[in-house]
């Protein structure tokens, strides 16, 4: 997958070529090479996502890379499918508004570690950090599925601009269209992660104190 010359001869860039592995099951002879199993995977991508979705991209003023590079962000940031296109259509109203993405997981890819993200993680510098800098990264940051890629190609359309977790632990986020509400969504999540954190020190303390007792 670094081999340049090999590449080349598929028109793809090496930091792209992750965002066409497209999660499936594939059955493959164990004898293929890597040549093989590489023009396997790139002509898969093509069938399901080139082909089908070229257009559209072009309707968007994006390329596919594009496409998917958005779609790997959403990939990462959303837990549930039917959220998919909600997300997508807020970074696109970030996008057609100039403002950066803002987007934690490129963060996440920027340090290279997926945790809770701290103030200082937002200003490393690097390429990926959509804090830091406008429109998208230079290539995706997973293998998105393709739940993500059509979300990024259809958004859904609204005037949200501003999302947090949702402070109920289910997964989804609270959207906003200004960032007042935005201020107040975040101060709920933060009091929930709070308060979770505070009935774990809790269990915690209960289980050493039985433990010790049952001595």
Do not use: C
Request: no cysteine; charged share 25%; proline share 5%.
């Amino acid at each position: 997958m670094k081999d340049s010359s090999l590449l080349r001869q598929h028109n793809i860039e090496e930091h792209h070529l992750l965002g066409r592995m497209l999660p499936n099951s594939y059955e493959m002879y164990w004898t293929a090479t890597p040549q093989q199993f590489l023009a396997r995977m790139l002509r898969e991508f093509d069938t399901a996502v080139t082909r089908p979705y070229a257009e559209r991209a072009a309707e968007l003023g994006i390329s596919i890379d594009e496409a998917v590079i958005l779609a790997s962000i959403i990939e990462w940031e959303v837990r549930h499918v039917d959220e998919k296109r909600k997300v997508s259509g807020l970074y696109w109203n970030r996008l057609n508004r100039r403002m950066r993405l803002e987007a934690d997981p490129t963060v996440a890819h920027a340090i290279g570690e997926r945790r809770r993200l701290l103030f200082a993680d937002y200003r490393v510098d690097h390429p990926y950090n959509t804090y830091r800098i406008f429109g998208l990264p230079p290539g995706p940051i997973n293998n998105p599925r393709l739940t993500s890629i059509t979300a990024a190609l259809y958004p859904e359309q609204h005037n949200y601009i501003y999302m947090v977790a949702s402070g109920d632990g289910s997964g989804y986020h609270v959207f906003t269209t200004n960032y007042a509400d935005h201020r107040r969504e975040s101060r709920r999540w933060t009091n929930w992660l709070r308060e979770q954190r505070r009935i774990r020190d809790l269990e915690a303390q209960q289980e050493q104190t039985t433990g010790t007792n049952s001595r």
